[in-house]
């Protein structure tokens, strides 16, 4: 340990991080038994492993598992760790649910304010972004980790499922993959969960080479090289084209380059699916979803100030939500409504942002003409 926490040097960690769900909404005497019951359940998993070849730093809410050893160390402490979550938590009297990541990255060990070791660096960071995009109980590991592993044996391989790209609040995107037994008939236990990230097992289709060709010649463009490999890993899971489709357009992040790419795919297999595929198109594509609004940005800082009267700081982030979401004005001021509890505070508040509905309306409706006048529609 004492050669492993020398500061001139980083060193590249498999990271195990885990996080009780919904921690801070408890009392504080469930925290505690909660966190001890976690400690002593973490402490025991990894209790037959030397302790120089793992480094533990507690989170409050949670645990950081530095592994030093092979990538693949990592993989059967938190396969046991989300079995005993799975199976046991819910059968005691005050279950809990975690959400675990897993990463592979650059990491330091440095001393802290109190002289104890803590670990910096962005393996770190990553680590805590692909935990955050898990669900209750489900286990995601990053690319890196995906990348190095998977190529460590054939019988890894049926232990992964790609989940799809994800932006953290940082706007950085990270592609994430579920970790199971058995991935492919995987389902969450968090029912809030994002739809579309699991599938129930199913015989891999019949696509030929043509047809898989003619997506990736599509996708290239949205989500750059690894165009190929979400496909491969897409396509075992669905029989049409119609399904493959949709799930591969969930994976690019702006709505207006989803919808195009949902309208090629029209485009190009409308006609072309009896010779592409030997599976025949059993139901048109989703239909294009109406283009994003493009919001007045004075508008939206005005909104977000009167917003904030009511909710407080939080008014950015829902401001910023909505905008993103909504297609009229009328959906995005409700949105915002369901935000305050008052009636009577949610008359005023819309009453406050009439002033600055008619502008918002009159530019956006001029951006979008603007726009389409630009692609020539």
């Not at 469930?30 to 001890?36: D, H, I, N, R, S």
């Not at 990491?107 to 670990?119: C, R, S």
């Not at 463009?221 to 084209?241: M, Y």
């Not at 297609?327 to 369901?338: E, G």
Request: proline content about 7%; aromatic content about 6%; some cysteine.
């Amino acid at each position: 340990m004492d050669e492993i926490s020398c500061p001139e040097r980083t060193w590249l960690f498999s990271i195990l991080l885990l996080d009780i769900v919904d921690y801070s909404s408890h009392c504080h005497q469930l925290q505690l038994e909660w966190k001890a019951r976690l400690n002593h359940f973490v402490l025991e998993t990894l209790e037959g492993l030397p302790e120089q070849e793992r480094f533990i730093l507690d989170t409050g809410d949670g645990a950081i598992v530095c592994f030093m050893g092979g990538p693949e160390a990592v993989m059967d402490p938190a396969l046991r760790i989300r079995k005993h979550f799975v199976e046991t938590e819910p059968k005691l009297p005050s279950p809990m649910i975690v959400r675990m990541g897993i990463n592979l990255g650059p990491v330091q060990l440095v001393k802290d304010i109190n002289g104890h070791l803590n670990a910096l660096g962005d393996g770190i960071n990553v680590g805590q972004r692909v935990m955050s995009f898990a669900a209750g109980n489900q286990i995601l590991v990053s690319h890196s980790f995906y990348e190095v592993v998977s190529r460590l044996s054939d019988s890894y391989q049926g232990m992964f499922c790609f989940v799809g790209a994800r932006k953290d609040k940082h706007n950085r995107e990270h592609l994430v993959y579920q970790l199971a037994p058995t991935c492919s008939g995987e389902t969450p236990t968090d029912k809030s969960a994002p739809a579309g990230l699991y599938s129930s097992a199913i015989s891999p289709a019949p696509f030929d080479a043509a047809a898989l060709d003619h997506i990736e010649a599509l996708f290239v463009p949205f989500i750059g090289p690894i165009a190929g490999r979400v496909i491969k890993d897409i396509s075992q899971k669905h029989s049409n084209l119609t399904d493959l489709c949709s799930e591969l357009a969930t994976n690019i992040c702006c709505n207006q380059e989803r919808t195009q790419f949902l309208e090629q795919c029209r485009q190009q297999f409308a006609a072309e699916v009896p010779h592409a595929s030997s599976t025949p198109l059993k139901a048109p594509l989703p239909a294009v979803p109406a283009s994003p609004v493009v919001w007045d940005p004075s508008m939206l800082e005005k909104t977000r100030k009167e917003l904030a009267v009511y909710i407080g700081p939080m008014a950015k982030l829902i401001v910023d939500s909505a905008a993103n979401e909504a297609h009229t004005v009328k959906d995005f001021y409700d949105a915002l409504c369901k935000e305050i509890p008052s009636p009577r505070d949610r008359e005023l508040f819309l009453s406050r942002c009439k002033s600055v509905t008619g502008p918002a309306i009159a530019s956006t409706e001029h951006l979008i003409e603007t726009r389409r006048e630009r692609r020539g529609l």
